[in-house]
């Protein structure tokens, strides 16, 4: 299908298009004219990904000027379905007859791409980074070439002697595609991904690569400054932003700290003997301080980083810490402050500048040099020529640490505990750096990119996102679902058959009549669904509970007659195992109930379409530990500097998390499901207008208040119209546009313009003729027809 909008010329590789697919890329572009950031909150399988993709690949090809796309998503999956889509996208183009070199690819983990026979195996994308590090370092390859005995990677090297743009033709790259060339042309797949991204016109890749300042750096850095960002599914990209930047800082961790000063000592001593020039070298270049990295910042070269702001550029690195044995000593008098700091025996939080100050009395180490720890250690570890880099994480840790606490007053909270966990019983004492403020991390890509596209199903209250990332938003828009038939049925129960009200509030969340009554919701709709059903819980410890109660009170066995059950663990090995039984259980006719966890593997990246689920049921309201001291102290930073009240906040984050869970059940126009919110406080206003409006407009006031029967009644009845043959010619014109169907909307909203248009022109002439006062009553009786039936 070929479409104007606005004059764009944008080719959609399908014959219909949904009404939303429509709207969506007219303030998709409408942001992209405004070269201004968007934050587009689209119904659940309406074909988000191809209507973004497909205007922002027109809208490239139309301005040559916007020449690449990063598209960011989550998951690996996310990212195969996006390049599939893409390529799907450019076949199409080619089929219409335009003549144009596009290329596109993804980027994932050297785990997902390694090719070496012995690497490839390893199981721990750590252990893969490092082992693939010591293959392929710059000189460990010297060392080769010089005829020192020492492995290397011949993919990589294979690669090191070809001209990339040689050996790729432009073309969509899929995971796999990438991985083939490079076992045809026995080329490093992982390389060769990340030198085609300077050349691609759409990259497709991790939140991580532009998010996490250290893979960042790596990364993205050099990306050109007119690129168009989108973060796909993002509606957690705040919690993506605080990760990124947050640090746990354990025992362990400062043991094989001290491990790895010692071996840089002896690195250092070793080298010193040997007579090498390279120390002295590297003294000369930190004298001239980081000069490289600001010059390609002024010239706008490359993207900032959080953990190396803008005034540590202008200094030169501190003397004390200039000399490669100086600033050993200096790390291992931080480390050792930092073992006393963990002989705790009460919680303590403090906030970064008395974390210095307490710091600078018992050390006397000074912040300046503190924020240049990162750096400078990066710096060593390259002069050392250092191997086995996977055994210097914790030391890197520790530099991360310093740099970050010596660089933000604000933003950031310490807190150390003598236990691990809550349910903790052995002292394990652990320091959490735990980043505040969402929007340090994502920053430089507000600042970088003229135009970053927020999107996802479920980001309802669009404004807190502004608020809580601290950009401002040229279009904020949330779309409504245009459905011939209600093919979904959100439903509140608040109280079970036996009148007793359900919630999984503190008070009455292990309350026998309550976990009964859930119970029986599982049991009845167990009976009357058919296939698979998805029931999600607040929290892991809640759903083990729950689980223990009702085998003691045999619904379990119950509720096994009709369908079998599955539960999801923390573990990822057995979460995919249960999933698959499900699946298998759902697909051969048995039926299956899968119980899960918001906020957990299932909540999120997998899709229950059509008979995997025909419900799914909330178990609560998904609201996060409110006594982490972490979570306190976000709430109160949020409350101080974006006037956000911890209630709003709370609520919107639990919200988005059971919004999330429930649009798992709905996955295009042609599937059904039911919604089931079951805790009585669903029901009350405030909380259901944080919903999406696409799930809030389906909520009528008949089912906003019921018991488990009348549930179950109106669900028996919803299920039966549901298994009548859906027409496509009953969709045409409503739900599912032809291009006639766009043609005829273009025209009407030209007509509506030139009538607004003339409206005003009119208005115009009355101002000038009567005054303001006269032509505003004149408007008035002209809408009202007042003006047509005075007959003097």
């Known amino acids: 299908m070929l479409f104007e909008i606005d004059g764009l010329p944008v080719y959609f590789p399908y014959d219909r298009i949904y009404p939303e697919q429509y709207a969506y890329m007219c303030s998709l572009k409408q942001t992209l004219d405004a070269q201004g950031h968007g934050v587009l909150e689209m119904p659940s399988g309406t074909g988000k990904t191809v209507s973004l993709l497909s205007l922002i690949v027109s809208y490239q090809q139309f301005y040559p000027e916007k020449r690449k796309l990063i598209y960011c998503s989550r998951t690996v999956p996310e990212i195969e379905k996006a390049l599939a889509e893409l390529k799907r996208l450019i076949e199409y183009r080619k089929s ?5 070199s596009i290329l596109g690819l993804g980027l994932t983990s050297r785990r997902n791409m390694c090719l070496h026979p012995s690497v490839s195996k390893e199981k721990k994308g750590k252990v893969v980074d490092a082992r693939c590090r010591n293959l392929t370092a710059a000189w460990v390859r010297e060392a080769a070439q010089s005829g020192q005995d020492i492995e290397t990677c011949s993919f990589y090297e294979q690669l090191e002697n070809s001209e990339i743009r040689d050996e790729v033709a432009d073309a969509i790259y899929t995971l796999d595609d990438i991985k083939e060339i490079g076992k045809a042309k026995n080329m490093c797949p992982y390389y060769m991904a990340r030198r085609m991204l300077s050349y691609a016109n759409v990259v497709i890749y991790s939140y991580h690569y532009m998010l996490d300042p250290k893979i960042a750096d790596l990364i993205s850095k050099e990306m050109s400054k007119e690129s168009i960002v989108v973060f796909d599914e993002a509606h957690n990209i705040d919690n993506v932003c605080i990760e990124s930047l947050s640090l746990d800082i354990m025992r362990p961790t400062l043991e094989s700290s001290s491990k790895s000063i010692a071996h840089l000592s002896e690195r250092i001593e070793a080298m010193k003997q040997q007579g090498s020039e390279k120390l002295k070298d590297e003294y000369e270049k930190l004298v001239q301080g980081l000069q490289d990295t600001l010059h390609a910042r002024e010239e706008d070269l490359i993207m900032a980083n959080p953990a190396l702001p803008e005034d540590m550029l202008h200094e030169a690195v501190p003397g004390n810490i200039r000399k490669a044995e100086h600033f050993v000593a200096f790390l291992k ?15 303590t939080a403090e906030t970064p500048s008395s974390f210095l100050r307490h710091l600078k009395e018992i050390t006397y180490i000074e912040k300046k040099p503190l924020q240049f720890c990162a ?4 710096i060593l570890i390259r002069t050392l020529e250092l191997n086995n880099v996977d055994e210097l994480q914790s030391l890197q840790k520790v530099a991360a640490l310093a740099t970050l606490v010596a660089t933000y007053d604000k933003g950031f909270m310490l807190v150390l505990e003598p236990y691990e966990s809550e349910n903790a019983t052995v002292p394990n004492p652990i320091l959490r750096f735990a980043c505040l403020d969402a929007s340090i991390a994502i920053k430089p890509v507000f600042d970088r990119f003229s135009s970053v596209i927020i999107t996802s199903g479920t980001l309802s209250p669009l404004d807190m996102y502004p608020k809580i990332l601290d950009f401002k938003a040229t279009v904020m828009e949330s779309y409504p679902m245009t459905l011939t038939r209600n093919c979904f049925l959100p439903m509140v129960i608040t109280r079970g058959s036996d009148q007793v009200a359900i919630s999984s509030k503190f008070e009455v969340r292990n309350d026998p009549a309550v976990v009964r009554n859930f119970g029986n919701i599982l049991i009845e709709f167990g009976k009357v669904v058919p296939d698979g059903i998805v029931a999600f819980f607040p929290s892991y410890l809640y ?12 619904i379990l066995t119950e509720a096994w007659k009709s369908k079998l059950i599955f539960v999801e663990t923390p573990d990822a090995a057995e979460t995919s195992i249960a999933l698959d039984n499900y699946r298998r259980a759902c697909e051969n006719g048995r039926g299956a109930i899968l119980l899960a966890v918001a906020r957990g593997k299932v909540s999120e990246g997998i899709d229950f379409d059509h008979h995997y689920g025909r ?7 998904p609201y996060q530990y409110t006594e982490s001291r972490i979570l306190k102290a976000r709430l109160e930073f949020l409350r101080d500097e974006h006037r956000v009240r911890e209630n709003d906040f709370l609520t919107f984050d639990a919200l988005r998390h059971a919004a999330q869970c429930l649009g798992r059940v709905l996955r295009g126009k042609t599937d059904y499901g039911l919604m089931v919110f079951a805790d009585r406080r669903y029901a009350r206003q405030d909380k ?4 999406p409006k696409w799930i809030n407009q389906y909520i009528t006031d008949t089912s906003v208040n019921l018991s488990t029967d009348m549930g179950i009644a109106i669900a028996k009845k919803f299920l039966r119209s549901m298994a009548q043959p859906l027409e496509t010619q009953a969709q045409l014109g409503v739900s599912l546009w032809t291009l006639e169907d766009v043609l005829a909307r273009q025209r009407a909203q030209k007509e509506k313009l030139e009538r607004a248009a003339a409206q005003g022109s009119v208005h115009q002439q009355h101002f000038l003729q009567y005054g303001a006062a006269d032509a505003q009553r004149l408007a008035q009786d ?7 039936m005075d007959v003097n």
Not at 543 to 554: R, T
Not at 615 to 621: E, K, W
Request: hydrophobic share 45%.
């Open 96 to 100: 219409c007859g335009l003549k144009e």
């Open 333 to 347: 008098r931080f480390n050792e402050y930092l073992k006393t700091r963990l002989r705790v025996l009460n919680v």
């Open 375 to 378: 750096e400078r250690l990066t």
């Open 543 to 554: 759903m083990e509970s729950i689980i223990a109660m009702w085998h003691e009170m045999g």
């Open 615 to 621: 419900a799914v049921v909330m178990f609560g309201i």
């Open 688 to 691: 259901r207008s944080k919903l």
């Open 782 to 788: 002209r809408a009202t027809g007042a003006a047509y």
